[in-house]
């Protein structure tokens, strides 16, 4: 392990002397600690974090997330939690929500580590965690020092630092511009209403007023129109190893940029599956496996997911 040779360097005697040096460093050395147990997310880092090396070129050009009606899940990511004695208590519903506060952003530390949403991390993908936001939902991201805008895939839990209301895929940032460090932004979650009317399309200057969690009558609700109540994907392929799906993932990317926000990997049965997705209707899913095989000759199957 690196820190024992770097523990090791500092030893001057043998015998008692050395064991009773080495001891005492390595108790300095190995001084951190383990995220808790109860945290649902993979984004509250325990060492350093950052870029990984090589990106992918032209990340600038990553399409936003294309909001879609996809059902808030009852429980799992979305029951209440704590977090380092915080308790939070995340939106199970269809409000709205807007917040201003710090952003910051994570990369290869948790790049290809499940997400509270069971989702993988793909920190090129146009994702982020938020500590009470609905899994999964959409949010547009306001960097006012600039004027640009995104649009992200809540699909992770965090961040659990004070004033830090949203940590952003690497790709996220970049498009905001915020790969420098930890910066003041808005943000803004895209209802269903929006998403139905299309609302979503236009820039929203103005942030609606902040949304405080409240437990409805009769509980969270599902989402139970036509469109929420099944979601299409493209399944690329499914594979023992993670690695074997990152690589398709890789390769699928570059063939297709566009489709990059929407590759994600999903574990079931034992298996790693990357697809791509949600699409809000079988004929558009469809349309797009013929346009993949036809141009750039990679072949899918239809996943219907409830």
């Keep these: 392990?690196?820190?024992?040779?770097?523990?090791?360097?500092?030893?001057?005697?043998?015998?008692?002397?050395?064991?009773?040096?080495?001891?005492?460093?390595?108790?300095?050395?190995?001084?951190?600690?383990?995220?808790?147990?109860?945290?649902?997310?993979?984004?509250?880092?325990?060492?350093?974090?950052?870029?990984?090396?090589n990106p992918p070129a032209d990340?600038?050009?990553?399409?936003?997330?294309?909001?879609?009606?996809?059902?808030?899940?009852?429980?799992?990511?979305?029951?209440?939690?704590?977090?380092?004695?915080?308790?939070?208590?995340?939106?199970?519903?269809?409000?709205?929500?807007?917040d201003r506060g710090l952003a910051s952003w994570y990369g290869r530390k948790f790049h290809g580590r499940p997400t509270a949403s069971g989702e993988v991390y793909n920190m090129y993908a146009m994702t982020a965690a938020h500590a009470t936001l609905p899994i999964p939902s959409y949010a547009r991201v306001r960097n006012p020092a600039n004027g640009r805008e995104i649009i992200v895939r809540i699909n992770d839990r965090g961040p659990f630092h004070k004033g830090r209301i949203i940590d952003l895929s690497y790709t996220?940032?970049?498009?905001?511009?915020?790969?420098?460090?930890?910066?003041?932004?808005?943000?803004?979650?895209?209802?269903?209403?929006?998403?139905?009317?299309?609302?979503?399309?236009?820039?929203?200057?103005?942030?609606?007023?902040?949304?405080?969690?409240?437990?409805?009558?009769?509980?969270?609700?599902?989402?139970?129109?036509?469109?929420?109540?099944?979601?299409?994907?493209l399944q690329f392929g499914a594979f023992g190893k993670l690695d074997g799906a990152e690589a398709l993932r890789q390769y699928v990317a570059e063939a297709d940029l566009t489709l990059l926000p929407l590759l994600t990997i999903v574990?079931?049965?034992?298996?790693?599956?990357?697809?791509?997705?949600?699409?809000?209707?079988?004929?558009?899913?469809?349309?797009?496996?013929t346009r993949l095989r036809e141009t750039r000759g990679l072949d899918t199957t239809l996943v219907e997911k409830r």
């Design 1 to 53: 392990m690196a820190w024992l040779g770097r523990c090791k360097d500092s030893a001057q005697h043998t015998g008692l002397a050395m064991a009773l040096t080495l001891l005492a460093l390595m108790t300095g050395c190995a001084t951190r600690s383990p995220a808790p147990a109860s945290a649902p997310s993979s984004s509250a880092p325990t060492d350093r974090d950052g870029p990984l090396p």
């Design 59 to 98: 990340l600038s050009r990553v399409p936003d997330a294309v909001p879609r009606l996809e059902p808030i899940r009852i429980g799992g990511p979305n029951k209440p939690y704590e977090v380092l004695g915080e308790r939070y208590e995340p939106i199970a519903t269809d409000a709205p929500y807007a």
């Design 172 to 233: 996220a940032a970049l498009k905001l511009d915020l790969l420098r460090g930890v910066a003041p932004v808005e943000v803004k979650r895209i209802t269903y209403a929006e998403i139905r009317a299309g609302n979503w399309q236009l820039p929203a200057n103005e942030p609606a007023p902040v949304y405080v969690p409240d437990t409805p009558p009769g509980g969270p609700v599902r989402e139970t129109t036509p469109g929420a109540a099944v979601t299409y994907w």
């Design 267 to 289: 574990r079931e049965a034992g298996l790693h599956r990357l697809r791509a997705g949600p699409f809000p209707t079988a004929d558009e899913a469809r349309s797009t496996a």
